[in-house]
């Protein structure tokens, strides 16, 4: 009998490869001052480009976390229960020091070789990352209340996992969230309602609920309160030191387009005890202590879903034949996947320089170069993915090739810790009130001054719409076009010639269209196809 399938012409299966042989990494990575790190980059590499942890990832998505409200006595622990994937991914996560580690120590380059292996861990799965991201951003913000920071930061930094509900001072690690939005506010968390009464014995007492609380499962959480003096900043474990059970009572679990490996809740407090961390009264600016390293994450998370999505249309386009040649050699492919590269690749280096920044404590630059890059780079992974999903054609629409889960999940970033309009007021915000961010931001761009005439043109106008606009209306222009010039003079000072050159041509001089494969004539797009290629 004759066969009628015969399997041809389809990519094999992307494993066994090393994900961070990319060359924009592990060249970012050494020059902001992480060379040490290499090996290990690479070692979590291949694992990450195996297929068991492929394996992982799909398991813990499809198998999503399930709220238990209460054990079989009746007894309320508002527990929620993992897939076993999820917990060897988190596993590798803390293992690698993806977590709090980094500020274990004051090895140079430390938050910088944490953020290049976040990037390489997500690229398997995004989800996971939320309460990695929260573990390590919890630090600083800790540190305004010395007692807490001593008891709970040797264990927030350990490389241990140790899941589950259990006295804190028992386990060997520690994970950490938090508690901001409210079902009123949203991003307005003044508009805030829980409240918080001082119970006489150093700890307060907190009333009320969050709207989006995520990773419940955490050991500790920053909640802000309403106090009598304004809204403030608590720490609130899960389990208190004696061994009971805070009042954390979880009404539900998120239905969430995408990061479904995480649960996120709507807890209520009732009674619920809390420390007060920083003073009262300054609970916003405590807590964005926190903030703005989650926001870094977002810049890192979505530079990783661009590079995995990338690597798959590059490897699918380098096996699919169509019309009687690869589709990785059709000039308009080759366009496309030029154009992503290039996207993905501005992304990354932005990423890994304010990871440096965060390393060296340039606070100045980064005041200003995070809240621009959270606003652009995580506006760009969504229309990144679905050109990269598209380039498979109807087999990137499928769930077994992984790029709807990354579709799913590429909108995340840009509305976790502030949506876009959130990041761009805020840049409005700092340019009014911290001149020297401003002065920070353009020596970045003034370093790579005479090297491109269109980068010097981009800058010369940024200057004029940052001399000239305080219009909120036109904010994202504004912060649009500072990203923009970042990113080219980044790449111009440190990228190869061929993809510097596309870059300003593209992005900053307008010879552009309006989708990706739009990269003008004379543009080296085999080169920077194969620059981008997976390893």
């Known amino acids: 009998m004759s066969s009628t399938h015969e399997v041809l012409n389809q990519a094999p299966p992307l494993v066994d490869h090393d994900v961070a042989a990319d060359a924009a990494l592990l060249a970012g990575a050494v020059r902001e001052g992480a ?20 394996r992982w990832a799909d398991e813990a998505n499809r198998f999503e976390p399930r709220l238990v409200t209460h054990d079989r006595y009746g007894h309320r622990i508002d527990e929620v229960e993992f897939h076993p994937s999820w917990h060897r991914l988190m596993t590798v996560a803390v293992s690698e020091g993806l977590a709090g580690a980094a500020w274990a120590g004051d090895r140079p380059g430390a938050h910088v070789a944490r953020a290049a292996g976040l990037y390489v861990w997500s690229q398997v799965e995004a989800g996971h990352s939320c309460p990695i991201s929260m573990t390590y951003a919890v630090i600083p913000a800790l540190r305004h209340h010395p007692g807490l920071s001593a008891a709970y930061e040797p264990l927030l930094t350990s490389r241990e996992y140790d899941p589950g509900l259990r006295t804190p001072a028992t386990k060997r690690g520690l994970l950490a969230g ?25 700890t307060w007492r907190l009333r009320g609920h969050k709207w989006f609380t995520s990773a419940p499962m955490c050991d500790l959480f920053l909640v802000l309160a309403q106090a009598p003096a304004g809204l403030s900043c608590f720490l609130v474990p899960r389990v208190l030191p004696d061994g009971t059970r805070n009042p954390f009572r ?10 479904r490996s ?31 390293m989650t926001r870094l994450d977002c810049v890192t998370g979505s530079a990783s879903g661009m590079r995995a999505a990338l690597v798959q249309a590059v490897h699918h386009c380098r096996h699919r034949r169509a019309f009687g040649r690869l589709l990785a050699d059709q000039p308009a492919m080759r366009n496309v996947l030029a154009d992503l590269a290039l996207e993905s690749e501005a992304a990354t280096v932005l990423a890994l320089r ?3 920044a965060a390393d060296r404590g340039e606070t100045a630059f980064a005041r200003l170069a995070v809240a621009a890059g959270k606003f652009w780079v995580c506006k760009r992974q969504p229309v990144v993915v679905g050109e990269a999903l598209e380039c498979l054609g109807g087999n990137g629409y499928v769930e077994e090739s992984g790029l709807p ?36 931001l353009l020596a970045e761009a003034a370093a790579a001054a005479g090297a491109d005439h269109r980068l010097d043109t981009a800058v010369a106008g940024l200057k004029a719409q940052l001399t000239a606009t305080a219009d909120p209306g036109q904010a994202r ?39 990706f494969g739009t990269l003008p004539a004379g543009a080296d797009t085999a080169a920077i196809v194969e620059r981008a290629a997976p390893g």
Not at 250 to 259: P, S, V
Not at 424 to 437: G, M, W
């Open 178 to 202: 938090m508690g901001m939005t409210e079902k009123q506010g949203g991003s307005d968390v003044r508009a805030n309602t829980t409240t918080a009464t001082d119970a006489g014995d150093g």
């Open 405 to 440: 889960r990354l579709y799913r999940d590429a909108p995340l970033n840009s509305i976790w810790e502030g949506a876009g309009n959130v990041q761009a007021l805020d840049v409005l915000r700092t340019l009014s009130r911290e001149p020297d961010s401003l002065d920070a």
């Open 354 to 356: 304010l990871a440096g």
């Open 262 to 292: 995480n649960a996120s809740s709507e807890p209520e407090f009732d009674d619920t005890v809390g420390w007060l961390v920083g003073g009262e009264g300054q609970g916003v600016r405590t807590i964005m202590e926190m903030v703005a």
């Open 250 to 259: 979880i009404q539900r679990l998120k239905d969430k387009l995408g990061n």
């Open 477 to 515: 222009r504004v912060v649009e076009r500072m990203a923009l010039v970042v990113q080219g003079a980044l790449l111009v000072r440190h990228a190869p010639p061929e993809v510097a050159d596309a870059f300003c041509a593209s992005r900053l001089a307008g010879d552009h269209g309006h989708t």
């Open 35 to 54: 060379g040490w790190a290499v090996g290990d980059l690479h070692r979590l590499g291949k694992l990450a480009g195996t297929a068991e942890p492929q």
